[in-house]
Each structure stands twice: as C-alpha cells, then as structure tokens.
Nanobody
Framework: QVQLVESGGGLVQPGGSLRLSCTAS????????LGWYRQAPGKQREYVAA???????DYADAVKGRFTISRDKVKTEVYLQMNSLKPEDTAVYYC?????????WGQGTQVTVSS
C-alpha cells in the first residue's frame, strides 16, 4: 500500500499560483497512476488531473490550460502546478494513487483562493 502526504496548500489571491506536492512511500510507486482530486465545502469530491506510469496526463475541463500535473520518479513525488487560480478552485485537494484495484489517498491540503 502506498502512503501519501500532500503539502503546498494555502491562501492565494485570484489570478495567483500555487504548487501542490504529494510525497509517496512504496517500492512500486512508479507503476501507479497518480491523480489529484478536490472537495469544496458541501460538494462531492471531484477529479482534477491524473498522470500515468508512462507520464501521460489528463485534466478535468475546469482546470485544463491552468493546471499542470507532473511526477518525479526518483523522488517518488507528484505535483500540481496551479496557475490563474479562481475562487471556485477553493477546496481541499487530495492526492490519489491507483494500481488495478488498489487505491490510496492522502490526508488532503487546503487551497483557498480569495482576495
């Protein structure tokens, strides 16, 4: 089972940027598809972006062109670079690792976009 720890959240003004990091432990980390999800108050958790073991990427329409997901296989980390942030991006952001039926979640990191 992969253990995940997110960091990098915080308060940012609209139009600003943040970079989230997720550090993973586990010997087969590089085989996992890694993703970011978010949950705003009163809403269901939603998909944000994913990156496969071969570094293919995918994004939700709401963040396409503004967010970039990447991974460092040596450091066993995954990142989410968030630019042009909007108030509606405010949420707790969660890191996820999937391999077949296995799925692990981090504890989440709060991102607040407000002036």
């Amino acid at each position: 089972q992969v253990q995940l720890v997110e960091s990098g959240g915080g308060l940012v003004q609209p139009g600003g940027s943040l970079r989230l990091s997720c550090t993973a432990s586990g010997s087969i980390f590089n085989l996992y598809t890694l993703g970011w999800y978010r949950q705003a108050p009163g809403k269901q958790r939603e998909y944000v972006a994913a990156i496969t073991s071969s570094s293919g990427t995918d994004y939700a329409d709401a963040v396409k062109g503004r967010f970039t997901i990447s991974r460092d296989k040596v450091k066993t980390e995954v990142y989410l670079q968030m630019n042009s942030l909007k108030p509606e991006d405010t949420a707790v952001y969660y890191c996820n690792a999937k391999l077949g039926a296995r799925s692990s979640w981090g504890q989440g990191t709060q991102v607040t976009v407000s002036s």
